[in-house]
């Protein structure tokens, strides 16, 4: 099984600046693609970045958030994080990290962390 543990949300101004995390663990073989989603109340999930593996990684943003969101990953620590400047009120919304898992079994599935709440409000 694998796992995927968010941190790094919570409340921050107008303009403010979070970082969240995403470990993943559990029976890894590979882990291919890694992203950021976030779903606002009353809204579908979107996609905010995803990221490749390797060293030449391709990453992918919504326009919404290009220039200001920049998403990297350390393939060592099967972690991928979220770096978020001048975050604004209507980005609030829980945020949900996604993985492309290849596990031991050779089993290749889709996995969701449980949300992080991230809050942007004066």
């Known amino acids: 099984q694998v796992q995927l543990v968010e941190s790094g949300g919570g409340l921050v101004q107008p303009g403010g600046s979070l970082r969240l995390s995403c470990a993943a663990s559990?029976?890894?073989?590979?882990?291919?693609?890694m992203g950021w989603y976030r779903q606002a109340p009353g809204k579908q999930r979107e996609l905010v970045a995803a990221?490749?593996?390797?060293?030449?990684?391709?990453?992918n943003y919504a326009d919404s958030v290009k220039g200001r969101f920049t998403i990297s990953r350390d393939n060592a620590k099967n972690t991928v994080y979220l770096q978020m400047n001048s975050l604004k009120p209507e980005e609030t919304a829980v945020y949900y990290c996604?993985?492309?898992?290849?596990?031991?079994?050779?089993?290749?599935?889709?996995?969701w962390g449980q949300g992080t709440q991230v809050t942007v409000s004066s």
């Open positions: 559990g029976s890894i073989f590979s882990i291919y693609a």
């Open positions: 996604n993985a492309d898992v290849l596990t031991i079994a050779t089993l290749r599935n889709d996995y």
């Open positions: 990221i490749t593996r390797g060293s030449g990684a391709n990453t």
